[in-house]
């Protein structure tokens, strides 16, 4: 074999090898959470990633958990601009961005996880999916975080007519501090890191967040009610960059959708299940909880709030998601 053919064969064998590179080389995805390794959501997570590249054809996606790519609004940003492929977060971290997502973490929005269901994983999720879309992020499913509950130190609330002059913590978030109101209760914004000592020492008379929350923070020890009002069936969502979805094939794009429904069923059932373990923890641990007269809070909250978030929400878009069955 002369000089030259050995050159060219060695370049078409490096080019052939190359070639072959490319070829079986799969696109990755990245997804970034701010949850912990122990919590339900990065069980989650973890399962749909298994699922997804163990039947993936061209796609692997590699988690990370634990605030690793970020806080929440790096992640909430990162997905936008592409520099994240995938996150798993709360819609409401994007309302600056869209005002319509708001409404998915509003007060009284559904009836049940159930009703939630329906309208984010269906029906709600195609108008929402055009303004993510404007954004250059497509919203994959939603899956329940876990319902927000109302606790107090000293008093049982019956109905929202006991509510009247108690201070409670919220957030300082505008829909949060709204609700209070509408309950004729005092809103008052205190950072959570504050919160334990304010219920010690009766500056606040009660706070509200999930169960997981209540018993994790140990709020236990300075508070005597837990009251089941419901009032926020927190969802939370799985989001794609849309650029990044677009290198996906029609095949795996189905193996990823298929993973994310069978994922999210698997989700909301351990939620639901821990939350009733956490109720029978709580009354052992001498904590009384109260189901109250929930729509006497429903009624006075959609009543406030409707009207005053219509031009984020659209005047329609409450009515719309309260009429899926």
């Not at 490096?14 to 959501?41: E, M, N, Y």
């Not at 659209?314 to 309260?322: A, S």
């Amino acid at each position: 074999m002369t000089k030259l053919s050995v050159s060219f064969y060695a370049l078409t064998l490096a080019a052939s090898v190359a070639f072959a590179g490319v070829a079986d080389a799969k696109t990755v995805l990245r997804w970034g959470s701010v949850h912990a390794d122990s919590t339900v959501t990065t069980q989650m997570m973890m399962k749909i990633i298994k699922d997804v590249n163990e039947k993936a054809k061209d796609v692997e996606i590699q988690g990370y958990p634990n605030s690793v790519l970020g806080g929440s609004r790096d992640l909430v940003e990162g997905v936008q601009a592409g520099i994240t492929d995938m996150i798993s977060e709360g819609p409401a971290q994007f309302a600056s961005w869209i005002p319509l997502a708001s409404i998915a973490e509003a007060p009284y929005i559904y009836r049940s996880v159930e009703h939630m269901n329906k309208a984010l994983n269906g029906p709600f999720m195609d108008k929402l999916n055009e303004e993510f879309l404007k954004k250059n992020t497509r919203m994959l499913g939603a899956f329940y975080y876990g319902t927000r509950q109302l606790t107090t130190t000293n008093k049982e609330i019956k109905s929202v007519k006991d509510m009247a002059g108690l201070k409670i913590r919220v957030p300082e978030v505008k829909a949060y501090v709204e609700m209070i109101n509408a309950w004729n209760a005092k809103a008052t914004p205190i950072p959570f890191g504050d919160l334990y000592m304010s219920l010690q020492t009766n500056v606040v008379d009660g706070q509200e967040n999930p169960l997981t929350t209540f018993a994790g923070q140990k709020f236990y020890e300075v508070q005597k009610y837990v009251i089941l009002t419901d009032h926020i069936i927190c969802p939370n969502m799985i989001f794609i960059n849309e650029d990044a979805w677009k290198k996906v094939s029609p095949e795996d794009q189905k193996v990823i959708e298929e993973a994310v429904k069978a994922g999210i069923a698997w989700n909301d059932e351990e939620v639901k299940k821990s939350e009733e373990a956490l109720k029978k923890d709580l009354a052992e641990k001498g904590v009384t909880i109260v189901t109250p007269d929930v729509d006497s809070f429903r009624e006075v909250t959609a009543k406030h709030l409707v009207p005053l978030f219509a031009d984020a929400w659209g005047k329609d878009t409450w009515d719309f998601i309260q009429n899926i069955k």
